[in-house]
């Protein structure tokens, strides 16, 4: 985690700002005339990369969420791409949603998002993703995590793995209660005993971080709370801010001592910031549609910003 880390430090936020474009975020003369897959990810890479220019300086990174690019097939995947590649090039760590799990062999293919493709003999990788870390799913155990672990340690880059996710549901099988189990564990704090095991020879010595980090809603602040001093040297992703109805007040047992620990994302909140503004314009040009996105974002992105800092220093 030493990149995210330095990263927050420069920014001094802890915070990522989610990229989920949708036809309903974007402001309507966007979307003008559009016919195909390809005019609408054309449509969603100005309006990424209007969003990236507005917050590069103050914010440390991106969360791309791949749900919204596939949606669009191949043209959706070249402006997932494309916006990931813009974003490093702004010096964000890209943090790619991508929510994978399955079994060893396959979820080796997957780890390629983070270390290229697969090397046959005299070709070389291609890191054709250009993400520094992805989300993960733990639910197939330790040989569909394996993978992604060698992966980020070969590439110096991250994983964050599903623990306590942020979505109401999420107590259907993350707060179920190990019978037996000593002490009596749900399973999201036994995913956590999993993923400081499967951190524990990858941990960085300067900052105490693994590459493998957890995901742990804003929502659910006792469980994350209790979760944070079951995992000392994890990470934490903690989306569900905003939108989803996670405060200031939620996150402050999720950081560590030292004011790290935690990156919380807001993805709604910031690039549809627009649509709650007091008064919204007429655009007559998409630049000037653009513009308004982009400020409206800033600020958002600033107020979040400030929020969370309260929030550490309670
Ligand atoms: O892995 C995630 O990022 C994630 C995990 C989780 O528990 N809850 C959650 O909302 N997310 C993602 O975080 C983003 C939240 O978006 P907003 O609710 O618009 O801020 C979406 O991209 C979700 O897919």
């Given at each position: 985690m030493r990149v995210l880390i330095n990263a927050i430090q420069r920014t001094g936020n802890p915070s990522v700002i989610g990229l989920d474009p949708r036809p309903e975020l974007l402001p309507s003369i966007l979307l003008e005339g559009a016919q195909t897959p390809r005019d609408v990810a054309d449509a969603y890479f100005a309006f990424n990369t209007a969003v990236i220019d507005a917050l590069y300086d103050i914010i440390p990174a991106v969360k791309p969420q791949i749900a919204m690019y596939e949606a669009l097939g191949i043209a959706g995947i070249e402006t997932f791409i494309k916006t990931n590649e813009y974003a490093q090039s702004r010096g964000l760590?890209?943090?790619?949603?991508?929510?994978?799990?399955?079994?060893?062999?396959?979820?080796?293919?997957?780890?390629?998002?983070l270390c290229g493709t697969p090397q046959i003999e005299g070709m070389p990788r291609f890191d054709v993703w250009h993400e520094d870390a992805v989300t993960v799913n733990p639910y197939l155990g330790s040989d569909g995590i394996a993978p992604f672990v060698t992966a980020a340690v070969a590439t110096?880059?991250?994983?964050?793995v599903l623990a306590k996710t942020s979505n109401p549901s999420s107590s259907e099988l993350q707060d179920l209660v190990i019978d037996g189990s000593i002490p009596h564990e749900t399973v999201a704090e036994h995913v956590a005993g999993l993923l400081e095991e499967w951190g524990e020879s990858t941990r960085d010595k300067e900052t105490g971080y693994s590459h493998v980090g957890a995901v742990v809603g804003a929502t659910h602040p006792v469980e994350g709370t209790k979760l944070r001093k079951l995992m000392p040297h994890t990470f934490f992703l903690v989306p569900g801010y905003g939108a989803q109805g996670g405060t200031g007040a939620d996150l402050a047992g999720l950081f560590d001592?030292?004011?790290?620990?935690a990156l919380v994302n807001s993805s709604r909140g910031i690039i549809g910031a627009w649509k709650k503004a007091a008064e919204i314009p007429e655009f007559a040009t998409r630049e000037d549609a653009l513009a308004f996105v982009a400020r409206s974002a800033r600020k958002a992105a600033l107020a979040m910003k400030d929020d969370i800092s309260q929030a550490i220093a309670q």
């Open positions: 760590y890209v943090l790619a949603d991508i929510k994978r799990g399955d079994i060893g062999s396959t979820a080796a293919s997957y780890a390629s998002h110096n880059k991250d994983i964050f001592s030292n004011g790290l620990g």
